[in-house]
């Protein structure tokens, strides 16, 4: 008779499934950081990096990300205390923060292609595009999932906290915030090194 083998992790399993998802999501990132990496200097016609970033505008938008980061944090300590007003107020300064951040981008994306840089000018633009996208696209499924749970509480009230979930999209939320600091750093700010 052989003996039980216990295949609890203890954790979660929707908590378990976001670290695997993140776990995935860091070799897409890797991928797409490391293509980057090796075109960014292979423009041979165009504009590059250094003829249209406006990196005070970035470090703004920067700014911004993570500061909704301290956020999150705050949404999640709040419902875990069970102090449901601040929680809400917390989540949805996550949710204005995103959106500003993706005003940043879209801005700076306006920006480049009327400088003359877009997806299809040279490989710079075509990684750069791809990358920054790729994370832009994260930050507004982000948004739509804080934005959700936020509706949800404020439709439920007292009777909802949930802080599982409220701590599982605050580990999508930070790793998305991890992430861009380092394409900021790659991107932005590697090229004045």
């Known amino acids: ?7 609890n992790t203890g954790v979660d399993n929707r908590k378990f499934a976001m ?3 993140i776990g995935s999501e860091c070799f897409l990132f890797g991928t797409l950081i490391t293509n980057y990496m090796i075109n960014r200097n292979r423009a041979v016609a165009g504009p590059t990096g250094p003829d249209v970033f406006n ?3 970035t470090t703004l938008s920067t700014f911004d990300l993570l500061m909704s980061s301290v956020a999150m944090a705050l949404a999640v300590y709040y419902c875990k205390q069970k102090k449901l007003r601040a929680m809400q107020w917390s989540l949805a300064t996550v949710v204005v923060a995103g959106a500003i951040f993706l005003g940043f981008q879209y801005y700076e994306f306006n920006h480049f292609v009327h400088e003359g840089l877009s997806l299809s000018t040279n490989i710079f ?3 750069f595009y ?9 930050v507004a499924v982000g948004v739509m999932l804080i934005s959700t749970l936020l509706i949800k509480s404020l439709i439920k009230g ?6 599982d979930v409220v701590e599982i999209l605050g580990l999508y939320w930070h790793f998305v915030d991890v992430i861009w600091i380092i394409i900021f750093t790659v991107v932005y700010l590697f090229v004045y090194v």
């Open 19 to 21: 670290w695997t998802m």
């Open 125 to 127: 633009g075509s990684s």
């Open 1 to 7: 008779m052989s003996a039980h083998i216990e295949t």
């Open 130 to 138: 791809l990358l920054t996208g790729c994370h832009g696209a994260h």
């Open 158 to 163: 007292e009777s909802w906290f949930n802080d």
């Open 55 to 57: 990196i005070d505008l």
